[in-house]
T-cell receptor, first 114, second 112 residues
Framework: KAGVTQTPRYLIKTRGQQVTLSCSPI?????VSWYQQTPGQGLQFLFE???????NKGNFPGRFSGRQFSNSRSEMNVSTLELGDSALYLC?????????????FGQGTRLTVV | GEDVEQSLFLSVREGDSSVINCTYT??????LYWYKQEPGAGLQLLTY?????DMKQDQRLTVLLNKKDKHLSLRIADTQTGDSAIYFC????????????FGSGTRLSIRP
């Protein structure tokens, strides 16, 4: 059973540009959550998508957005990039059916903004 | 509040036990987790405990939960060099793992 796949693994962008990151969850999982990891702020929840709808949202500006497709794959978009957006972006998938207890994380996309 | 707190560093001798501590603030937390992150890697779920449990043991790992004090600990018996990593304490609310609040992580280093 394939794990959570995030692409690309590494990305370098310039301030002001926009970027799209992709996450393919484990087959059968319907929930995809996104997290930002930085040395200063640690791991912070961005948002969660379930059945193509955003169900939970963290405290990030509107420049951070996402969507989920009918096959549960999710994309995260950051517009007007700032230097502070440099981080490891992690995606997690979970089944979210009943008493689900486990989120499986991908390897992450390391974004560097220069 | 959403704070989950843990100490930043822990150094133990190979073969000794490691104990990583964590405190959380939300009494409504349903599940509490320990994740491991090795350099350059994503997050690996080590173990979790449901909030109505006091203890869970899984091979070398023992999790203790004191719900009254909102204190969670992870004990790693017979610590090995491969245990070197950052360990994150985390909590989720509700019945799903869709939103997880993480601590700052404890970097465990092993000395010979």
């Amino acid at each position: 059973k394939a794990g959570v796949t995030q692409t690309p693994r590494y990305l370098i962008k310039t301030r002001g540009q926009q970027v799209t990151l992709s996450c393919s969850p484990i087959s059968g999982h319907r929930s995809v959550s996104w997290y930002q990891q930085t040395p200063g702020q640690g791991l912070q929840f961005l948002f969660e998508y379930f059945s193509e709808t955003q169900r939970n949202k963290g405290n990030f500006p509107g420049r951070f957005s996402g969507r989920q497709f009918s096959n549960s794959r999710s994309e995260m978009n950051v517009s007007t990039l700032e230097l502070g957006d440099s981080a490891l972006y992690l995606c997690a998938s979970s089944w979210t059916g009943g008493t689900n207890t486990e989120a499986f994380f991908g390897q992450g996309t390391r974004l560097t903004v220069v | 509040g959403e704070d989950v707190e843990q100490s930043l560093f822990l150094s133990v001798r190979e073969g000794d036990s490691s104990v990583i501590n964590c405190t959380y603030t939300d009494s409504s937390s349903t599940y509490l987790y320990w994740y491991k992150q090795e350099p350059g890697a994503g997050l690996q779920l080590l173990t979790y405990i449901f909030s109505n449990m006091d203890m869970k043991q899984d091979q070398r790992l023992t999790v203790l939960l004191n719900k009254k004090d909102k204190h969670l600990s992870l004990r790693i018996a017979d610590t090995q060099t491969g245990d070197s990593a950052i360990y994150f304490c985390a909590e989720s609310r509700g019945s799903s793992a869709s939103k997880i609040i993480f601590g700052s992580g404890t970097r465990l280093s092993i000395r010979p």
